[in-house]
C-alpha cells in the first residue's frame, strides 16, 4: 500500500524506526519532533494520515489531535507510552480513529496504518464517480426528532444540525435502517469500520457515548440507542 503520512514523534530513535519500516512499506514519511512545528507541516502538505504522539513538547498530543480535526478528516492513530483507558477514551473522544500503546509491533503498527486509510477511502467516494442505482436518491430517514440523510451525510434534530463523525453517521444510519435490529460489538466493528474485532471494546463504546452525547436529550436515559446488556445495542421505541 502506498500514501503519505505525516509522524508527530519527539523521540528520534523511534521516529527513525517507524520511518525505516514504513518507507519499505511503500509509505512517504514526513516527520516532525515537536508540537510547535506540527500544525505547520500538517497544513503545509497533504497527507493520507497522521500518526501522533500524545507526550511532545511545546504543545500538548491532545490539543493538536483537536487543532487537526478541526481543519481536517484526516484518519489520526495515536502512538503513545501513556496506555490507560482514559488517555485512550481521551484520543479517541477528541478525535482519533486508533490507538496503539508503546511499545509496539512495527507489524500491527503498519497494519493499522493500511486498515485506517482503506476504511477513510472506502467511507469517501471519488467527487467524479458515478452514484450506483442504491446509492443514488435514497429517501430521508426520519427516527424521533432526528431526520438523516443518506445522501449529503447529515443529520438534523428538530430542525437543527447535528455534527456527527462519519463513524458516528454510519452507527447512527446503521440502526435506523434495520430498527428491530440488535447488534452485538462484535458486528458493529466489523460493518461501521470494516475490520476484524479483536475485542477492543473502548473503540465502540467511546463512539457510542460520543454519539449518544450529541442525538440524545439525556445521555445517561438513552432513547435512541438502547443497550441490551450483555448482548449489545438496538434502535428504541421513539
Known sequence: ????????????????????????????????????????????GRYDL?????????????DLLQRIRERSKVPILIISAKDGEVDKALG????????????????????RVSASIRRATQYVSAPDSVPTAEEAGQALLVCGDLCIDPD????TKRGEDVKLTAK???????????PTRVYTKALLYQLVWN???YGDENVINVHMRRLREKIEDDPSTPRYIRTLWG?????GEV
Open 195 to 197: 475490520d476484524d474485532y
Open 231 to 235: 448482548i449489545g445495542y438496538r434502535l
Open 92 to 111: 479517541l473522544r477528541f478525535g482519533a480513529d486508533d490507538y496503539i500503546a508503546k511499545p509496539f509491533s512495527l507489524l500491527e503498527l503498519a497494519a
Open 152 to 155: 449529503n451525510f447529515t443529520v
Open 50 to 62: 497522521v500518526l501522533l504522539d500524545l507526550m511532545l513538547p511545546n504543545v500538548n498530543g491532545l
Open 1 to 44: 500500500m502506498t500514501g503519505s503520512l505525516l509522524l508527530i514523534e519527539d523521540d528520534p530513535s523511534i521516529s527513525e524506526m517507524v520511518v525505516d519500516y514504513l518507507s519499505k512499506e511503500g509509505y512517504h514519511v514526513t516527520t516532525v519532533n515537536d508540537g510547535g512545528n506540527a500544525l505547520r507541516a500538517f497544513d503545509g
Open 168 to 178: 458516528e453517521f454510519q452507527i447512527l444510519k446503521l440502526f435506523v435502517q434495520h
